[in-house]
């Protein structure tokens, strides 16, 4: 069986530790503290998987792994102690080298941008992306099924927006047909797009929205294109990244067919700083998205978690992650040291060491490790001597980063923003036409209404005459009637015709 070397073990760490292909889709786990090397890790991961044929996406969080695009160099001041690494691990053909690297950013500043849509997100994630209520996401649910119903593309926010407002508006008549449609709740909704609009959503939709086979490509020379999320100022706004990544993954389980047991997955996605998935997230969400994690690797897909700690992922999804490669855990407090005996706990022992110790112990570029062997059995665990990156370490310079986008396969088919005609544009039309009739109808109106005035005028003066010679205690006659016609009269204008239309409107608003 073929698999990806990611370093050597045992007591005098020659014995190569490998990840075995097969398996890889079985998803994994890279765990440890802050500074134990798991970035470094998940750069000889990508590199790996990028030269077994196989497609990587990964999210750039502290932009040290643009340097896959870069090649390592005898310069860097770490050359003389990754050439000795390679040679206690036993690995003899370690060379520096590029990586096919694509790199996308949703704000278009550091990589081709990249995009969905506002259908294609759901309202399920948007609600968790909004933070929004049970009732609220109701409404939002009732805004999507009149957008299907009504053939209304949800492309970007102006669309999502505009047809919250006519929902608003509309919102006693689809009271009777889907449920409670409070003023209030689309009020919360709107205020919460305006949120995410400034934190940088709005960037995040829109056309030309990512083809998934941008992502999954593999390169002429057969090495698998590493995907670069830069997320440096994504993660500052935590919710949109995590809901974005969890968007992309929901479309590679809903998009890709059934493939069974391939020999080597056809897309790897890392998933880094994984506890901004799980923190807050309510049980719906969670449920989704173990599900997805069990059923996806069907589909030639592993997802691998970067966290600083195991207990970040929830215990059923963290069952499934048959990789592991846990780094450095600090255990300062009583709550560290059960959560460092709960990690332990979870490996297969190794006689020559205990796990709990090991755990503490490692260095930095060294790790616990763990990987499927055959039949998928959980591997014994191992100290491991992590393999040196290929790729330059750390991030590139601003100039190599703008020459890899200028020169990629991709270049200029995301860049330029398409704004078709959705949503937005059709009820802003249909209002516009609504307009239009009842102007037309008020002119209409107007015409009538000189006629009658005329008409009416008429027979006030003829009762002008006749009345001169009536009694004072007449009907008609005194202050009040004078009163009453004066406001008679103005009801028969534009200006009362209006008031009424108002005040009709109100009461029997969308019939």
Known sequence: MSGIFIGGGGADYTTRQDLLLNYA????LVAGATGTGKSVTLQILAENFSNAGVPVFLADVKGDLSGLAG????????????????????FDDYAYDTFPTVFWDLFGDQGHPIRTTVAEMGPLLLSQLLELTDAQEG???????????????LLDLKDLQSLLVWVGQNGQELSLRYGNVSVNSVGAIQRSLLVLE?????????????????????????????NVLASDKLIQAPKLYSTFLLWLLSELFEELPEVGDPDRPKLVFFFDEAHLLFDGAPKALVDKVEQVARLIRSKGVGIYFITQNPSDVPEDILGQLGNRIQHALRAFTAADRKKLRLAAETYRDNPRFSTEDAIKEVGVG?????????????????????????????????????????????AGKYEALVDRESAFEVLQARAAAAAKEAEVQEQKEEEMSTAEREYNAGRRYSGARV????????????????????????????TGRRLVRGILGGLFKGR
């Open 366 to 410: 060294e790790a616990v490790t763990s990987f499927l062997e055959n039949k998928g059995v959980p591997g014994v665990v191992e100290r491991t001597l992590i393999r040196p990156p290929s790729s330059h370490l750390g991030p590139i310079d601003a100039a190599t980063r703008k020459s890899v986008i200028a020169n990629s396969p991709i």
């Open 198 to 226: 400034n934190q940088g959503g709005t960037n995040m939709f829109g056309e030309p929205a990512l083809s998934l086979t941008d992502i999954m490509a593999v390169e002429p020379d057969g090495r698998g294109r590493i």
């Open 467 to 494: 009345g001169r010679s009536s009694s004072k205690g007449r009907s008609g006659s005194g202050m009040g009637a004078q009163v009453g016609r004066m406001v008679m009269r103005e009801l028969t204008g534009t």
């Open 25 to 28: 889709n079985r998803h994994g």
């Open 71 to 90: 090649s390592g160099s005898q310069a860097h001041k770490l050359h003389d102690a990754f050439m000795s690494r390679a040679q206690k691990i036993g």
């Open 139 to 153: 409404v939002l649910n009732i805004a999507f099924r009149v957008a299907d119903e009504q053939g209304l593309p």
